[in-house]
Nanobody, 126 residues
Framework: QGQLVESGGGLVQAGGSLRLSCAASVRVFSSTVMAWFRQASGKEREFVAAIMWNGDNTDYSNSVRGRFTISKNNAKKTFYLQMNNLEPEDTAVYYC???????????????????WGQGTQVTVTA
């Protein structure tokens, strides 16, 4: 059974930056996809970003495109979410997720993902 462990959340002022990490103890294949989702209080969990394990294809939600960057270190089996120019609206619990076989896609629907981390809180103050 696989496991994902997030770290790096915290409290930051608007305009600041944070970097989240996700250490993956899951099976990875050429078509594995790693992603970040977030869930604000009282709202549904939403897609943030995704990246191919093999290659550099990425996708972002419109709300974070240009401010957030997803990246990975295959050797460390860890992937990251660099968050810049944070806004109070970015406050949420952030979850990392993995999909064993994406077949070339970068899904944005949470039901497609196989493994989930426990979540890390990100709070952005005005």
């Amino acid at each position: 059974q696989g496991q994902l462990v997030e770290s790096g959340g915290g409290l930051v002022q608007a305009g600041g930056s944070l970097r989240l990490s996700c250490a993956a103890s899951v099976r990875v294949f050429s078509s594995t996809v790693m992603a970040w989702f977030r869930q604000a209080s009282g709202k549904e969990r939403e897609f943030v970003a995704a990246i191919m394990w093999n290659g550099d294809n990425t996708d972002y939600s419109n709300s974070v495109r240009g401010r957030f960057t997803i990246s990975k270190n295959n050797a460390k089996k860890t992937f990251y979410l660099q968050m810049n120019n944070l806004e109070p609206e970015d406050t949420a619990v952030y979850y990392c997720a993995s999909l064993e076989s994406g077949y070339g896609r970068l899904p944005s629907q949470e039901y497609e993902y196989d493994y989930w981390g426990q979540g890390t809180q990100v709070t952005v103050t005005a």
